[in-house]
């Protein structure tokens, strides 16, 4: 009864035309995707070519050294960060053994930041893996439409950062690739972030803005929030929980499973959303005026296209039965790209080890069968 009376509040309080705005934007699009490529990307990267420790964070900063190092100061000026929270960063990515920090040769008082031989294999193992992801994306939209999507990314990325290089300071090839969507999908969040802040809503953090926006008008399950993000459901509870603390989302029982609940958004989340949903219209405006309006069009229709194809939260919106059929699909594609993972490793492990020994080393993987006693 209670959450009969919660859908109706939330019905009757957010317009069909508000859930549709906050369902299909650009800003949602592009998120998604970038999400996807840098899953994609990370994934390869950990388990085709051993590269452990790997987080998401790293790569703006990983970028920002991959010629060279630089000061800390520097990197923290350029991501728009501060200069402990640059220093965190670089933290976690030297004990994962991808940086080093050496003497600064212009000022002694201070050091440089740069990448290890094992950073920069990182790096160039991630350029090749970018140009198979890009491929994919290529035949999901036809070549012509993928250019002009990473045409807008790179003229979207320089007019939301002017002044700065951070798109070219991405290596060679690269900088005019999507992996640019993944600095202007950090600007979009936070832009959206401090848009939502000024409008009284007190207390909201950049992690938060990972969940809420996978939180549909008949709610959403940890464990989607979980597979969308690519993270333990441990770490998206924890999230949900201070949202909920937050007096934004509430739990429900799970009409699909008896034993478990739904996230709702309060009346407090609803007003939340309309205001997010205010941020985007300012949001597209200044895009307008960076890209005009015919490559305006063209990335929105090009970015829903991608996003569409890639069935990316799809769960999020849809129906019980188009979630189960979504979940299906997801876990199919999950092994197909096992299977191309496992392909990949028996094709190195044969030219490392050569035929023969390739050969006896599948002997020796065989399940043995246990001789019966009787």
Known sequence: MASTVARAEVAGATAEDTWSRYRDNLARHLIGISRDFQSRLRESLTHE???????????????????????????AATLG????????????????????RIPNPRDRRSKLVTLTPRGHELVEQGIRIIGEIETEYA???????????????VQLGRGLEPGTQRGRMLP?????????????????????????????????????????????????????????????????????QEL??????????????????????????????EDAVAALDELDRAFFEILGEKRLADL????????????????????????????????AEKARRSGREIAALAERLQQWLGREDAARLVVALKPRTRRSTT
């Not at 051993?50 to 964070?57: A, D, E, H, N, Q």
């Not at 937050?246 to 034993?259: K, Q, V």
């Open 139 to 153: 035949t999901l939209t036809g070549n012509a439409a993928y250019r002009a999507f990473t045409a807008a990314l």
């Open 81 to 100: 960060i501060s200069t402990q929270a640059a220093s965190q960063l670089a933290n976690l990515i030297e004990e994962a053994g991808y940086l080093v």
């Open 244 to 273: 909920e603390s937050l007096g934004y989302l509430e739990r429900e029982p799970d009409p699909r499973d008896r034993r478990g609940v739904v996230l709702a958004f309060t009346p407090r989340g609803v007003a939340l959303i």
């Open 300 to 331: 929105h229709r090009i970015a829903r296209d991608l996003y569409l194809a890639l069935h990316l939260e799809a769960e999020v919106f849809e129906t019980s039965a188009e979630a189960s059929a979504a979940s299906r699909d997801a876990d």
């Open 172 to 240: 060679a090839g690269v900088h005019r690739s999507v992996a640019v969507l993944t600095m202007i999908a950090e600007r979009i969040q936070r832009d959206l972030m401090e848009a939502t802040l000024a409008r009284g809503h007190e207390g909201l953090k950049m992690s938060h803005g990972q969940v809420l926006p996978l939180i549909g008008p008949d709610g959403g399950r940890i464990h989607e929030i979980a597979r969308i993000q690519r993270v333990s459901r441990q770490a998206a509870s924890a999230t949900t």
């Open 49 to 75: 070519y051993g590269f452990g420790g790997l987080r998401l964070s790293f790569a703006p900063l990983v970028a920002m050294i991959w010629s060279g190092g630089r000061p800390l100061g520097d990197v």
